[in-house]
C-alpha cells in the first residue's frame, strides 16, 4: 500500500489586481510558506483574513497547496 509523506503545505492569496484593456481580470498572488500540515480551515481562514488585510487589493482566492512523496 502506498503511503503519502507531507512534505510541505503553502497558502496562496490571489487578488484583483486591474483590468486589461480588454476588460480581463489581472491577478496577482501571494505564497505564504510554512503552513502546519495540521492546520484547519478556521485557522487558515483567520490567517486569510489577516494576510489579506495587508493589502490595499480585493481577494479573489485563497488555497492551500500541499506537496509530498509518495512511496510504496
Do not use: C, H
Not at 17 to 27: E, P, R, Y
Not at 41 to 65: M, T, Y
Amino acid at each position: 500500500m502506498a503511503i503519502i509523506d507531507f512534505k510541505q503545505a503553502v497558502v496562496r492569496l490571489t487578488f484583483d489586481a486591474g483590468l486589461t484593456l480588454d476588460g480581463k481580470v489581472i491577478k496577482k498572488s501571494s505564497t505564504y510558506r510554512n503552513v502546519k500540515q495540521s492546520a484547519t480551515g478556521d485557522q487558515l481562514w483567520e490567517i486569510v483574513n489577516i494576510l489579506s488585510g495587508f493589502s490595499s487589493r480585493p481577494i479573489l482566492a485563497a488555497e492551500k497547496l500541499e506537496t509530498g512523496n509518495i512511496q510504496n
